[in-house]
């Protein structure tokens, strides 16, 4: 019986202890269920029941007769709404699902470790831009940066969120291509001639489109050219046209991949090419009946054709000739479209709303973009599938709103686009992320410029594109840049000021300009001359604070790759200077004359060499400026450095000396050979320089052991009182307060050696076979110049090591 069956089936899987599967609980209901669905089946294929089963069902007391008779006739098993979960006893559903399900989990648990990994990544990247930030930080804290803070922009020294290619990199060849076009923009800028920026950058893309198979970017620059030729104020109008212009372009290439279809004839007019393409487009997508014709051509659709295509005049004359067609399904269209087209005010007047009034969809779309009545948007869905017709129909309103509101209709706005675009975001527009560009000329259709640029540089593959759209729109003067300082984040160009979004232009040129490997340079500078574009702002202070960040990127790419003779200029043997590769672009770093340039970047550069310790690219720099005298300031301040170092036991500074003096007395010895250089020297700046290379003199004979010649040395510096006169000590004290810091912080240093020096000539000549009186003559006048230098010490009015008297009072004791 069923009921034996059933107390069987309990007993197969308790020796099953996992709880992971569930049990198949079969009650009475469920066979029951399951019965009359192979019933059902059974009478739907024509079959009978097996005779076992009837017999099962028989001996049970289940009238198979009456069950199949009531299967057929009815479908109860979605008749009545199940009270409780129902469990599906299925086997094979029941693996399907758990199969599903660990597809599923695995899925999820992919995306969770990307996700970690990201993190960590996030994290790793951070902290090591943080560790050389922080180092850079300690090593300048408490200089003068001579740049302002701004310039650095975001993240570490160098860094960049573009990858073109670096030194051990193959280039991108549309890198290359695109650099030489930015360099004949600014050729011409600098000659005051006219440049067209977006066709020699469509022509660039043309010939990288092998690098980059995607013919989209051409169309990009199509666009952009439509923005070029149009009112800065009106985007809509310039975007309708590019989208009108294409369309056209469309119908043509149809036409001509279809011609037997078409049958357009010779030089077909635009009513016959357009009676063409309609005739292949329906015949491809089987237009319905109810398409409103007229001797076998579709009316409505022609017309809209016409205005989609942005042929209005013809559009009108079409409608006028089929006026009498026309009137009979809307007496006043053609008053309409006549008043709507010319501009005038028109009377406003109402479509018939009866269902058959806008079966044709085309009509409806005609009727709803020029504002023809209330029109659904779903009647005109079948027109408008792809996403440019979405956007025409929607700009165009835009274009005519005025038009539509003298036709009563609700006025359309360009923000309510954009709230719109961005509301959709790019998953609506490009699902799977195959296609960005297609989101990105969205974007620019409804006046994004922004957004558009830094949607898609964050595309790896097409961040070189996403730069110089940025720098064409900046060129026609249709981008918004920030008007303070402000900016965005490390990877993010928008920056938000009170609600109005612009783009951080500046940054995005100048993490360009630094991805660009080392034998671009040039191209890096042209780059950067790009940020004092007229489009970027005429007027103060726009003007002046893009001409700023132009001058500071500038320096602060000369500070990092170090190339001043190429970049600034250089000064032959004879003294002549011979410019560099910027002064030919002095203009677009709004500069007029080499005297500005010098003081604007060459100074700069050289006050932040100065201060980072750059001795070689101080001297340099300062010689270019012409400020020979800071050359020699320098040199003194540097010497003092290392003497002073020495002096406190780190004697590895033997090489730095070396180096550095060997650099004042060059420099020394050419200001002197030209006459013209030395008569406009700084007095004070020659003789610090000369005293502390004396010093050096003195220092290293008494190192070597030559005390006579070291007294000799510092006898000639003039620094000490060596006449043992009292009367000299205190004149010699008083002048020393006019000595530069890098003499007066090395005295200690000079009064030991000096007193040491004595101290050496004093023994050697108690025990030297001299005659007595020759003898004591001679250490007595040691003892003098000794006596005067305690004298002399004890009247220095700044601060010296204390353990300095203490040596020098050894000293004098061993002496008497």
Not at 21 to 31: E, F, N, S, Y
Not at 158 to 169: E, N
Not at 245 to 250: G, M, P, S
Not at 296 to 304: D, E, L, R, S, V
């Amino acid at each position: 019986s069923l009921n034996n069956l059933l107390e069987e089936s309990k007993r197969l899987n308790a020796h099953l202890a996992s709880s992971e599967i569930p049990t198949v609980q079969r009650g009475i209901g469920l066979l029951e269920s399951e019965s009359r669905k192979l019933v059902a089946r059974s009478v739907r294929h024509g079959r009978t029941l097996d005779p076992r089963a009837q017999s099962l069902l028989a001996s049970s007391g289940v009238d198979t007769d009456e069950l199949m008779e009531s299967s057929a006739s009815a479908a109860l098993l979605n008749a009545f709404e199940l009270l409780q979960p129902k469990y599906d006893a299925n086997v094979e559903s029941f693996l399907a699902q758990q199969q599903e399900q660990s597809i599923i989990s695995a899925i999820e648990e992919s995306e969770l470790s990307t996700l970690d990994d990201l993190d960590r990544h996030m994290v790793s990247h951070m902290q090591s831009v943080w560790e050389d930030t922080q180092k850079r930080l300690f090593e300048e804290l408490g200089q003068y940066q001579g740049i302002d803070p701004h310039s650095m922009l975001d993240g570490a020294q160098g860094s960049s969120v573009f990858d073109l290619g670096g030194v051990d990199k193959v280039v991108q060849p549309r890198v290359a291509r695109y650099a030489e076009v930015i360099k004949s923009l600014n050729n011409a800028r600098v000659a005051s001639k006219p440049f067209d920026l977006v066709a020699g950058l469509e022509k660039a893309s043309s010939e990288s489109f092998q690098e980059l198979r995607s013919k989209q970017v051409g169309q990009t620059w199509s666009l952009l050219a439509s923005y070029a030729a149009g009112n800065p104020s009106d985007v809509a109008s310039a975007a309708c046209k590019y989208l009108e212009k294409t369309f056209v372009e469309h119908i043509d290439n149809v036409i001509a991949q279809y011609p037997r279809e078409a049958n357009v004839g010779g030089v077909p007019s635009v009513h016959r090419r357009i009676e063409g393409y309609l005739k292949i487009h329906f015949a491809r997508n089987y237009a319905p009946e109810f398409l409103e014709a007229f001797e076998n051509q579709a009316i409505w659709a022609h017309m809209y054709m016409l205005y989609r295509c942005g042929y209005a005049e013809e559009l009108l004359k079409y409608a006028v000739d089929l006026e009498d067609v026309i009137v009979d399904s809307d007496p006043g269209f053609v008053a309409h479209l006549k008043a709507f087209i010319k501009g005038a005010a028109q009377v406003r007047s109402s479509i018939a709303t009866t269902n058959t009034s806008l079966q044709d969809p085309y009509k409806a779309a005609l009727y709803r973009v020029i504002g023809r009545g209330n029109v659904p948007k779903k009647a005109t869905i079948e027109v408008t599938q792809t996403t440019e017709d979405y956007m025409w129909a929607h700009l165009a309103m835009v274009r005519d709103s005025a038009k539509l509101a003298d036709a009563g209709q609700p006025r359309s706005t360009l923000e309510s686009l954009q709230e719109l675009v961005l509301k959709f975001g790019p998953s609506h527009f490009d699902s799977n992320g195959a296609n960005p560009l297609l989101y990105f000329r969205v974007l620019l259709l409804c006046g994004l410029f922004a957004h558009a640029i830094d949607y898609l540089a964050r595309v790896d593959q097409y961040q070189v594109e996403a730069v110089h759209t940025a720098i064409a729109l900046a060129n026609m003067g249709r981008l918004s840049v920030p008007g303070g300082d402000s900016a965005g984040t490390f990877t993010n160009f928008l920056v938000d000021e009170g609600g109005q979004t612009s783009l951080d232009f500046t940054k995005l040129v100048v993490h360009y300009a630094r991805a660009l490997p080392p034998t671009m340079t040039d191209d890096a500078a042209q780059y950067l001359l790009l940020l004092t574009l007229p489009g970027l702002g005429k007027a103060e202070p726009a003007r002046g604070r893009q001409i700023r960040l132009c001058q500071q990127a500038l320096i602060h790419a000369l500070y990092e790759n170090r190339q001043y003779a190429r970049y600034l200029g250089d000064i032959s043997a004879d003294g002549k200077h011979l410019p560099g590769y910027l002064e030919k672009y002095l203009v677009l770093m709004g500069l007029r004359t080499s005297d500005q340039f010098s003081q604007t970047i060459v100074n700069k550069l050289a006050d932040h060499s100065r201060d980072e310790g750059r001795l070689t690219d101080t001297v340099m720099l300062y010689n270019l400026a012409k400020r020979h005298s800071s050359v020699l300031n320098v040199l003194s301040k540097q010497l003092g450095e290392v003497l002073f170092m020495r002096s406190n036991g780190r004697k590895n500074e033997a090489d730095a000396l070396a180096d550095v003096e060997g650099v004042a007395r060059t420099v020394l010895q050419y200001y002197r050979q030209h006459d013209n250089i030395a008569r406009d020297l700084d007095t004070n700046a020659v003789s610090t320089c000369n005293t502390l290379l004396e010093i050096i003199d003195f220092l290293r004979a008494h190192e070597r052991g030559a005390y006579e010649q070291a007294l000799e040395f510092v006898a000639h510096t003039g620094l000490l009182p060596l006449s043992g006169d009292i009367t000299e000590a205190t004149q010699h004290a008083d002048r020393i307060r006019t000595l530069d810091d890098s003499i007066t912080k090395n005295f200690s240093l000079i009064l030991l050696a000096a007193m040491d020096t004595l101290l050496n000539l004093y023994l050697g000549l108690k025990e030297s076979a001299f005659l007595d009186t020759v003898k004591q003559s001679n250490m007595l006048i040691l003892r003098q110049k000794a006596r005067g230098l305690m004298v002399f010490a004890g009247m220095i009015q700044f601060r010296m090591p204390s353990d300095t008297y203490a040596k020098l009072n050894r000293m004098d004791v061993f002496m008497n």
